[in-house]
């Protein structure tokens, strides 16, 4: 680069040595002849060398990580977990804060039942419709993992660059984090006149954001409960993209998640309701601290297991990774095999 540089400025010194000459000037225009520019000293030039390879280096480095790590996918993995914990949560605050309107009340001499707006269904079809959409959002760029346990699972099965993790990490954990905020924001006032317990109280209104385990649950048996839900999304997962396999088509395949999803809620939401997404968990468990919960969403004093908090962190990163491996080990591996023998059966039929 610097050389070039350097050959530009004798051509430029050249050329206004000849406009001199042919103008006439009385004065030349340059002190030094063309012939005597040559450049910076020569332990300038050896020492700007090296910066220039050194910058070269950094470069093609850093050209490297930008091509492997591109801001879009970061920005589709943020906008699909956004919305699968926007329209999942917010199902979820819907149906806890339209409890206290499950009552009886007399106007003019009738009674009247105001039912309460959400169930446990409608909560599993939020989170279904949720991460459908999220997975059409981000499907056509990162696959729509929306789940720190689905990339972790798919870079294993060397589906994902494993430098692609961190930053869909980040994308998911901060997309979870500003649904809280919009959740939030969107149910503040009914918060505010919820009477079956005080606004910031853990877990009766925490849960609308992070789960808590119930009474009755052992710290074995939540682990074992996330184990098991996060190793059935990521086994369905795999088969529904498995080209090999079903050979869903890709505008299908968000559907059949979306099922997938509500299948897990319907059989595995008691215990400790089915978070198997540590992004879902951690990062609107912290938001709600922030926001007036405090500490009590780390320790929870009302709670059967008081240090809840890092089950649905580590148990679904443990779930992703046997499913990972069950999958290649029972299915995955097999499809070459498969494949070859159902040519040879069409060779042999040909003939």
């Known amino acids: ?38 450049g910076p000293p020569r332990g300038l030039r050896v020492g700007l060398a090296k910066v220039q390879k050194a910058g070269e280096v950094t470069t093609r480095g850093w050209a490297r990580i930008v091509r492997i790590v591109r801001l879009r996918e970061v920005f589709a993995e943020f906008l699909a977990t956004f919305a ?12 806890i804060l339209s409890r206290d309107r499950g009552v009886e009340f007399i106007e003019n001499g009738t009674t009247f039942f105001n039912p309460p707006l959400g169930t446990e269904m409608s909560i599993n079809v939020g989170y279904g419709v949720g991460v459908m959409i999220g997975a059409y959002i ?17 870079a294993i099965r ?31 006032d009914a918060l505010d006149s919820y009477t079956p317990c005080p606004k910031y109280s853990t877990p009766c209104t925490a849960t609308i954001f992070a789960t808590y385990p119930q009474p009755y649950l052992t710290l074995g048996r939540g682990v074992l409960d996330q184990i098991v839900g996060t190793f059935l ?5 795999f088969a529904i993209t498995d080209p090999d396999n079903a050979g869903l088509k890709k505008g299908i395949q968000p559907v ?14 008691l215990n400790c309701g089915y978070a198997i997404n540590p992004a879902r968990d951690l990062a609107p468990r912290i938001f709600t601290s922030l926001a007036g919960w405090g500490k009590e969403v780390f320790v929870c004093a009302g709670c059967s297991i008081r240090h809840w908090w890092w089950v649905p962190i580590v148990a679904p990163m443990i779930g992703a990774i046997l ?23 069409q060779t042999v039929n040909n003939t």
């Open 1 to 38: 680069m610097f050389d070039e540089m350097w050959a530009v400025n004798r051509e430029q010194a050249s050329e206004r040595e000849k406009k001199s000459t042919t103008e006439g000037d009385s004065k030349p225009l340059l002190k030094y002849s063309a012939d005597d520019y040559r």
């Open 84 to 95: 699968l914990l926007t329209f999942g949560n917010g199902s979820i605050a819907q149906a």
């Open 138 to 154: 981000a499907i056509g760029v990162t696959g729509g993992h929306m789940n720190p346990a689905v990339t972790l699972a798919m």
């Open 158 to 188: 060397g589906k994902t660059h494993w430098l692609k993790v961190i930053p869909y990490w980040v994308a998911q954990f901060l997309g979870a984090f500003f649904s809280s905020a919009v959740v939030y924001g969107t149910y503040i």
């Open 233 to 237: 999304l990521l086994l369905g997962v």
């Open 256 to 269: 059949a998640v979306g099922f997938l999803l509500w299948g897990i809620g319907a059989s595995f939401g």
């Open 323 to 345: 499913a990972a491996l069950f999958y290649w080990l029972l299915i995955d591996s097999h499809h070459g095999k498969s494949r070859n023998e159902n040519e040879n059966a």
